[in-house]
């Protein structure tokens, strides 16, 4: 793959909006993100895009740990201020 893992982004830029170390987000980290996410599948989307001829543009959208991830099979991957009022810990 030619890029970061984008669980692991996700993960490492959510903390970073967070002021803390990824492995410091509360709830613990790659677990909430399970249950948003199949990590392994998010980051197949983006090998599988390395290996076609001609790309296909995919987005993946989803909120975790009340902010707002874009994931794109070109390897961006955007970490947003929180989109909902409050969150729960």
Known sequence: ???PA??????EKTATL???APTD???PNYDVLNDVID?????????SNDR?????PIE???????????VR?????????RPISGRTR
Do not use: H, I, K, Q
């Open 1 to 3: 793959m030619g890029y």
């Open 6 to 11: 984008p669980s692991r982004e996700v993960v």
């Open 18 to 20: 967070e002021g803390v």
């Open 25 to 27: 987000l509360a709830p």
């Open 39 to 47: 990590p392994e599948a998010l980051d197949a989307l983006c090998r």
């Open 52 to 56: 076609t001829p001609v790309p296909t």
């Open 60 to 70: 993946v959208a989803f909120v975790f740990n009340g902010y707002r991830v874009t």
């Open 73 to 81: 099979n070109d390897g961006s991957v955007t970490v947003r201020d």
